[in-house]
């Protein structure tokens, strides 16, 4: 590699301070760097820095979305677990952990425009708010608002060996209380895909006996079905997408009300179960799931 | 809060970004109109009689420079000051292109690149983020190889124009800006392509410096220099 350096003159002018290229060509390694090298040393240094911290917020977001898809599927045990209460709880226990997931992620980002690093974490957050949400409405039956998401992601140090373990931002002065705030889009986003699990739950609800938690899902789903359409276009296209499959789901919902109600009465309680079995593999079919 | 309540919000939350982007994309509509300006005025250093107007052209492009900062404050005021990642992929494009028409200038007159902070200065923004509406190393360092691929390409119009000299002090240059560039660990993104690209200009002029120097017209160039 041959390097082709200026002949070591830092001349400082007021816009640069880089010395004039050499009119005889010369191989040499020049003690010390020029002035252009160094700079990109230090660029070097910066990118490296914020690659490096932009991956570990991909790594929280991974980890995120994995703990809450798997409170997704526990919750979903609920329906036919007898110790509701119990599953509810450890739902909890779940939820608490991604949050101290999402602590660190805020931590990382204390200095920082979160918008720099958004798609490092956007599906994570997308995730816990599908699986908060649903949790919610299992145990509320209504909709949680992006506030109450926000206000649980509200972060205080807690003792002080936590305030030793932050020697990121050292040389900053440390806050004592830092959040995270799920933006509005991936909280639509995060509740459309709620949509979809609502829809899950409303067929096999009816597989346990259930038939009246399909007809407060028909309802609830509506209502969101209704909200999504108001926001129409003026959202961003990727939630504008997630429209489409939202419909579907509410189809489906809507379609196994109809099918409690109109056969409900002849089908003895126990074989309702069978009916919708065979409509769930076709869905799971539809669906492209194994 | 009912559903229809939340969902009213957030509707117009959405909205009131919507209003925030359609302000940004007129003020780089005039950025845009300003780059082009001053790109039309500096392409016609590439001509031959263009290589003895140069102080004038980067005087004049200095000028434009001054039109360029007027619509930057502008741009500053549209949206909240610690929202600019938010929003920097309405600007970037063009901020790219006047850090490279910055870099060109710099070049033409002192044959130095010019540094982040320079670039900063003659577009009226910070170097830091810290300090308010900056420019990001990324789209620095996309203009610094804009203005490499426009070397090379001045290089062969310098030996067509008759200035023998021009090249070689142009390779001295790319080839240093080659090695900064080696420096750095890039990730697979837009500015990754853009310095696969810096190796097919080094090559090019490199080609331009061989075949003044089997033909000795580079040592006439040395010669004329004297």
């Known amino acids: 590699m041959v390097y082709l350096i200026g002949s070591g003159g830092f001349r400082k002018r007021k816009h640069d301070n880089f010395p004039h290229g050499q009119r005889r060509e010369e191989k040499e390694n020049v003690n010390p760097p020029s002035a252009l090298m160094t700079s990109f040393k230090s660029f070097q240094l910066e990118l490296d820095t914020r690659h490096d911290k932009y991956e570990r917020l991909v790594k929280l977001s991974r980890d995120i979305t994995i703990e809450s898809k798997r409170t997704i599927f526990l919750l979903h045990r609920f329906t036919s677990a007898p110790n509701g209460e119990e599953i509810l709880n450890e739902s909890e226990v779940k939820l608490d952990a991604v949050r101290r997931k999402i602590k660190q992620v805020a931590q990382e980002l204390i200095g920082e425009d979160m918008y720099q690093f958004h798609r490092a974490i956007s599906p994570g957050l997308q995730e816990y708010v599908e699986a908060v949400s649903f949790q919610y409405f299992i145990k509320t039956r209504s909709l949680i608002s992006v506030e109450e998401i926000n206000k649980q992601l509200i972060f205080t140090v807690e003792d002080r060996e936590e305030t030793t373990n932050m020697t990121s931002n050292s040389h900053d002065k440390q806050p004592h209380t830092w959040s995270l705030k799920v933006t509005p889009v991936d909280y639509l986003l995060g509740v459309a895909d709620l949509t979809g699990e609502l829809m899950r739950l409303c067929i096999s609800s009816v597989g346990n006996g259930d038939i009246d938690t399909p007809f407060e899902l028909s309802q609830f789903l509506r209502q969101i079905y209704d909200g999504f359409t108001f926001i129409g276009n003026t959202g961003p296209y990727e939630v504008s997408k997630k429209l489409y499959t939202l419909k579907q789901s509410l189809a489906k919902v809507e379609n196994a009300c109809y099918t409690l109600k109109v056969r409900g009465s002849e089908i003895p309680k126990h074989m309702l179960a069978d009916v919708f079995s065979s409509k769930t593999e076709l869905i799971d079919q539809e669906e492209g799931l194994p | 809060m009912s559903v229809s309540e939340m969902f009213a919000a957030l509707q117009g939350a959405l909205g009131q970004d919507q209003d925030i982007r359609e302000e940004i994309r007129k003020v780089v509509q005039a950025l845009e109109q300003t780059a082009r300006e001053i790109l039309t005025l500096l392409q016609g250093v590439h001509q031959g009689p263009g290589f003895q107007h140069i102080p004038k052209k980067c005087q004049k492009a200095r000028e434009h420079f001054g039109t360029v900062r007027t619509q930057m404050e502008s741009l500053k005021t549209k949206f909240p000051a610690d929202q600019y990642y938010r929003f920097h992929e309405h600007w970037r494009f063009v901020l790219q292109r006047l850090v490279f028409l910055a870099a060109f200038v710099v ?46 390409r001045l290089a062969v119009n310098s030996v067509t124009a008759g200035d023998y000299a021009r090249p070689l002090r142009i390779s001295t240059f790319i080839n240093e800006l080659d090695s900064g560039f080696r420096l750095l660990n890039l990730k697979n993104d837009s500015l990754r392509k853009r310095y696969d690209g810096l190796k097919y200009d080094v090559k090019k002029i490199e080609e331009v410096v061989y075949d003044l120097s089997i033909r000795g017209l580079n040592k006439e160039a040395a010669v004329g220099e004297k």
Do not use: K
């Open chain 2, 107 to 152: 070049y033409l007159e002192s044959e130095t690149l010019v540094t982040r902070e320079a670039v900063a200065e003659i577009l009226g923004i910070e170097a830091d983020r810290e300090r308010g509406f900056h420019l990001d190393i990324e789209d620095y360092l996309s203009g610094v190889l804009t203005l490499a691929s426009e070397l090379a």
